[in-house]
Structure formats: structure tokens, C-alpha cells
DNA sequence: CACTATGCCTGAGTACTTCG
DNA sequence: CGAAGTACTCAGGCATAGTG
């Protein structure tokens, strides 16, 4: 699923899990977490300065690739924390030695830091970590319990390919597009960070189809597959809603907000039927159950018997029954 | 020990300015 | 004139501290 998609949103651990879970046939949550616990799945900031799952063969090209123009416009931000060059080169060094042939939780890494004279506070440490990322010398690995750790990315990823240039480019919009098509340039660029004319670049070279749609340009790579009716509970920051910059084809401006309350950049889980968004829901998993809360935009969103299966498809996903399941 | 409260951190969006 | 860059906002999540 995360080859197909080029890259998942992951900024919600849990949520990312149901990301991938909610495209798999019979996916539960332990085999996403072991592809993740492999190795299999990746973890890094390769794009818009957001954390997403990655194929591990494809994390380094597709970091290099993306991440260095987020490098950039992180300038500022390093310059109010007072992170100036020569802390950010002692920080990588210090990050390599005490990286090679190990795995270190964040709180490791950052004493790490600390015993060099590097202050850590007030965001400083996260954001040498994810420049560390974003230069792809380090990603994360595997969980210790419950505590994040950190790898050497060449470690991690050992014989990930090299594409560079051109290549990437082509690389990432056959990928973009074949699982987001028909998608327009503007929605690449929005997805990938890419600079709008980089992203119709990289679209004339990929040698994609395209139809044109109410005035637009829409791309993709293959035919799409017939429509199939479904009513989905699809996760937080899920890709159908994140991958593209106009969300208008799938939901009103006004459901929108309802999606995104005040615009503030958390995306809650999304109720989808037959392609349009008509709902949010949202779960609460304790140790031994699940109940789910759907909020439905409006009467007969979708068929009552739809959304049970889907909440049920969820509760197997975790591995937990299904306790409650309320409908507003 | 489980639950709740607190406060900081966060990324996407918007509006605006600057650039080419 | 569209693209790129900048400043600012906001509610959920998370770590941590506090409470029953």
C-alpha cells in the first residue's frame, strides 16, 4: 500500500496505521506494525516538513529529492532558535557516532546532544532532529515499547536506490499519479512541495495521459477502475483528502470546515461515501474495546448497515470488539 | 493505578508581501 | 500576474504533573 501511494501522511501514529489498514483486503494493525518494526515501512520527513511512512527502498532518493527546499525555508526558524551552522554540523557528527550500528530513543539522542553543550529546550532538539532527517543522515526505526527511536538512514534503509535529478522527478510523478490520479499539476505541487513549475516538469517528462475536466488538466498514469459503490470511515490526514490542494470534486466548502475545524491544520477522520465526504467520525480504543462516534453531515449520509460493516472492518483492523457504535 | 488537567508543540491554511 | 516567501492562527496530541 505505501508503494502504491509514493508516501503516507504519518503526522498521527495511529491514524497512519488505519491509512494503510483501511487499503489492505484484510490488513489488522499488527502486520502494519511489523512492516514498520521490519523496516519494511519507514519513517522520515522526505516532504512538506511532515512525517510520512516511506517504502524503504524509496526513502533516500525521494528524501533528497524533496526535503532540501523544507531545509531551507527551516532557515528562519533555526535562526529565531538560535541553531546556527556550526551547531547544526556538531549535531549531525554527534548524531552519526552515536548512531552507527544502533538504534537511540529520541531521549537518548538528545542527552546525546545535551553532553556536548548542545541546549535542547524550547524545540531546539527537535528540530536538529528533523534537519538530521531532512538530510537524510538519520530516520526513524523501529518502536523500543512505546518510545520512538532513531537510525542511521544508509542503516535503516541499506541498498535503497539511487535516483537522482531527472529520474526522481519522472519517479515521483508515476507514483504521485498512479495512485492519486486524475490529480492536476497543482495538486502534485501541493503534495510534493515541488515548486509549481518544477511539479509540470516532472509531469511533461513522465509522459502521463490527461482529460480535461470543467476547464482543468487532470493526469494519471493508468485507467482507473470502474466506480464501485463503498462507505469507508477512512483515518485522519488519510491521503484521499490530503493528497490533493482543490478537495472541491470531493466535498463542499462548507462539510470542509467540519473536516478541518478553524483551519487548523488537523484533519479528522473522514466518513466516505461513493467518493464524497459525508461525514467525521471518531474512535476510543482502551485495552479491551473500541467504540466509534459517527457525524454524519447531514440525514441518509449513508446506508445505517454501510456503516456498521465499516466500523466493523475498523474493530477487526485493531483487533478488538466492536462495543459501541453511536450514529449522531 | 487509572484517569484528568495543563501547557507546550505542531502543520496546514490564509492573507499578505515580495519576487521574477 | 502568477509563483514564491513570510507571518500568523488554531485545536488536537502528547508528555507531564496532578488527583481520586
Sequence with gaps: VVRWLGAVQALDFGQALWAVGSRMSAGTMELVEKAIADGEILRSWPMRGTIHFLPREDARWMVRLLAPRILTKMGRR????GLTPDILE???TLFRESLTGTRLTRAALLEVLEAAQIDTSSGRGYHLLTAAAQSALICLGPLEGKQQTFALLDEWA????????????????????????????HDFAHWTALTVTEAKRAIDMAELRSVNVEGKTYWYAELAQPPVESTL????????FLGYKDR?????????EKVVP?????????VVANGQVVGTWQRTITT????????????HAARKADLES???????????????????
Design 90 to 92: 556538531r549535531a549531525m
Design 248 to 256: 472541491s470534486p470531493i466535498v463542499s466548502a462548507t462539510d470542509a
Design 288 to 299: 479491551k474495546k473500541v467504540t466509534i462516534a459517527i457525524a454524519p453531515f447531514f440525514a
Design 262 to 270: 478553524g483551519k487548523n491544520g488537523v484533519f479528522r477522520p473522514t
Design 233 to 240: 470511515l477512512l483515518a485522519g490526514f488519510d491521503e484521499y
Design 158 to 185: 541499506p541498498g535503497a536506490r539511487v535516483l537522482d535529478g531527472n529520474a526522481a522527478l519522472i519517479e515521483i510523478a508515476r507514483r504521485y499519479f498512479t495512485s492519486h490520479g486524475p490529480a492536476t499539476a
Design 310 to 328: 465499516a466500523a466493523n472492518r475498523y474493530a477487526e483492523f485493531v483487533g478488538l470488539p466492536l462495543a459501541k457504535l453511536t450514529i449522531e
Design 78 to 81: 533555526q535562526r529565531e532558535l
